[in-house]
C-alpha cells in the first residue's frame, strides 16, 4: 500500500501467487485485492484491506478463476469477474462485510478468453463489464443484477476499461 501523496510505502502484504485486479472503495476506506490460486482447491480470493491502518481484515472465496474487480462505493457491492463452472464468463456480485454472494450474473454462453475488465458507474448503479468472449461489453444493472444491454465491438477485442461517473462517459 503506498501514499499516494508523499509517495511512500505505507505497508507490505506478501501474495506468492500475485494479485489479479485491485478496486478501491475510498467512502468505505477498503480496498479489495483479486488474489490468484489463493484456495488450496487454486481458486481465486478477495481479500478486504481496511485502508485507515492497512491491514487485512478479512479474506473471501470467488469461487472459481477470476480476472477483474470493481466496487460501487455507492452501494459497497463489490463485483468479480470471471468464469462459471461451467467455463463461461460471469460477473458474481459480493457482498464485502459478509462475504454473501448476491448473485451469479451470467454475461456470455461463450467459451472463451471471459472477463477483461470491469468498471461501475455508482450514479447510475451500472456495471460494464468487458467481455472477451463475445467481443462486447455487457452492462449490468446493479440494482437487479441482471444484463440490461449489450454493445458489440464490430470485431474488436476489448481491453481495459473506465467509467467517469461525473460525466456520464
Do not use: C, M, W
Not at 463452472?85 to 450474473?105: D, F, M, R, W, Y
Not at 440494482?143 to 481495459?160: D, I, M
Request: proline share 5%.
Amino acid at each position: 500500500v503506498a501514499g499516494a501523496q508523499a509517495q511512500t510505502k505505507l505497508a507490505t502484504f506478501n501474495y506468492p501467487n500475485g494479485v489479479n485486479a485491485v478496486a478501491v472503495d475510498f467512502l468505505a476506506s477498503r480496498a479489495y485485492a483479486l488474489l490468484t490460486n489463493y484456495n488450496a482447491d487454486g481458486s481465486n480470493a478477495v481479500q478486504v484491506i481496511d485502508t485507515r491502518n492497512n491491514l487485512a481484515v478479512k479474506t473471501y472465496p470467488t469461487g472459481g478463476p477470476s480476472s477483474a474487480i470493481a466496487v460501487n462505493v455507492i452501494s459497497g457491492t463489490v463485483y468479480i469477474g470471471g468464469v462459471s463452472t461451467n467455463s463461461q464468463p460471469e460477473v458474481v456480485a459480493l457482498n464485502p462485510k459478509t462475504g454473501a454472494i448476491l448473485a451469479h450474473i451470467p454475461v456470455s454462453t461463450t467459451i472463451g478468453s471471459g472477463i477483461v475488465a470491469l468498471a461501475v458507474d455508482p450514479l447510475t448503479n451500472k456495471v460494464f463489464v468487458s467481455n472477451d468472449s463475445d467481443n462486447n461489453i455487457t452492462v449490468i444493472s446493479g440494482r437487479t443484477n441482471r444484463v440490461v444491454s449489450v454493445v458489440p465491438l464490430n470485431g474488436q477485442t476489448p481491453a481495459g476499461l473506465a467509467v467517469n461517473y461525473l460525466s456520464g462517459k
